[in-house]
Nanobody, 123 residues
Framework: QEQLVESGGGLVQAGGSLRLSCAASRRIFSEYVMGWFRQAPGKGREFAAAISWSGDRIYYADSVKGRFTISRDNAKNTVYLQMNSLKPEDTAVYYC????????????????WGQGTQVTVSS
């Protein structure tokens, strides 16, 4: 069974940093675009960042551009999301996903999802 397992969430003050990790099965990691999405309370799931298998294509939502960095370590089958200059509006459950066949920013384009990790940014 294919799995994605996130870790690294937590509580941080505004202006602080966190690094999320997502460990994936080898098959998923070698075949798909890897993405990070987030869902705040009462809101829909929104795109944050995505990275191609080779890492040569990287995409960010405007809301996180310049503050978040997505990267992947193919030897470890792990994708990361480094989050700097965090703001209270970044508070959400963050999900790792695999898919992104054509529209990397669309939830519908991703076949596999992790269970999510909570990120809370206090003001």
């Amino acid at each position: 069974q294919e799995q994605l397992v996130e870790s690294g969430g937590g509580l941080v003050q505004a202006g602080g940093s966190l690094r999320l990790s997502c460990a994936a099965s080898r098959r998923i990691f070698s075949e798909y675009v890897m993405g990070w999405f987030r869902q705040a309370p009462g809101k829909g799931r929104e795109f944050a960042a995505a990275i191609s298998w080779s890492g040569d294509r990287i995409y960010y939502a405007d809301s996180v551009k310049g503050r978040f960095t997505i990267s992947r370590d193919n030897a470890k089958n792990t994708v990361y999301l480094q989050m700097n200059s965090l703001k209270p509006e970044d508070t959400a459950v963050y999900y790792c996903a695999a898919g992104g066949y054509s529209d990397y920013a669309s939830v519908d384009e991703y076949d596999f999802w992790g269970q999510g990790t909570q990120v809370t940014v206090s003001s």
